[in-house]
């Protein structure tokens, strides 16, 4: 199943802890994985059908996902960040404000 840990997340409204609380398996026979272990207590094991229907919403959770993951890359390092705020601060610019700015526009969520 595709996005199934996605799908985990928005049927809980949280994320599980995919080590001990639930577990999922893929056998490698193409089918893909699946619910090996529920363990969370505060709802009962989802049905397919009902993981099926959370489906779009996974398929943009997996996208903003990589999104993040291309921004956080785009967004330099702590340091740079923190030299640009240092300069925008002594020269009045907004180096950082514009840099921050096309990030996100070159890299938009959905």
């Given amino acids: 199943m595709e996005n199934l840990d996605k799908k985990i997340i928005l049927y809980l ?3 599980p802890d995919f080590i001990e609380e639930i577990k999922l398996q893929d056998d490698g026979t193409g089918a893909g ?9 505060d709802k009962v094991k989802p049905t397919d059908s009902q993981l099926n229907a959370l489906a779009t919403e996974a398929t943009k959770l997996e996208n903003n996902a990589k999104v993040d993951k291309k921004r956080k890359l785009e967004y330099l390092s702590w340091k740079e960040q923190m030299e640009m705020i240092y300069k925008d601060q002594k020269n009045g610019t907004t180096t950082f404000k514009d840099h921050c700015d096309k990030v996100r526009s ?4 959905e």
Wanted: overall charge positive.
């Fill in 106 to 109: 070159d890299n938009p969520k």
């Fill in 13 to 15: 409204g949280r994320t």
């Fill in 33 to 41: 994985p699946y619910i090996k272990h529920w363990g969370a207590s």
